[in-house]
């Protein structure tokens, strides 16, 4: 059983800044990818932030020099911190990982997500 735990939403005003954390647990053999993707109101779920188990990353233009995510391998876990949040960052925020069990094979897994709210 494998399980992604996210942390660290909350409500602040626009321009302030959060840090989400994103805990894989469980019978982790090897963790490839991981990533955020968020889903605001009324909207599909998009993709904010991706890092390679190498530390390669990838941004949507939207968060681009104001989010920087991050993994610690030792602890299986997944960051982002949010900078100079905006109205529209407004989103359920999700953690997404490939994660490989013993004798499972790989699978991609998902949190349950963390709230994040931006008022202007």
């Known amino acids: 059983q ?15 800044s959060l840090r989400l ?3 894989a647990s ?7 990818g991981m990533g955020w993707y968020r889903r605001a109101p009324g909207k599909q779920r998009e993709l904010v932030a991706t890092i390679t188990s190498g530390a ?7 968060v681009k020099g104001r989010f920087t995510v991050s993994r610690d391998n030792a602890k299986n876990t997944v960051y982002l911190q ?5 109205p529209e960052d407004t989103a359920v925020y999700s ?4 994660i ?11 949190g349950q997500g963390t709230q994040v709210t931006v008022s202007s």
């Open 100 to 110: 490989s069990s013993p004798g499972r094979g790989w699978s991609q897994y998902w």
């Open 2 to 16: 494998v399980q992604l735990v996210e942390s660290g939403g909350g409500l602040v005003q626009a321009g302030e």
């Open 26 to 32: 469980g019978s982790i053999a090897s963790i490839s």
């Open 56 to 62: 390669s990353t990838n941004y949507a233009d939207s």
């Open 82 to 86: 949010m900078n100079s949040l905006k």
């Open 21 to 23: 954390s994103c805990a």
């Open 95 to 98: 953690c997404n990982a490939g």
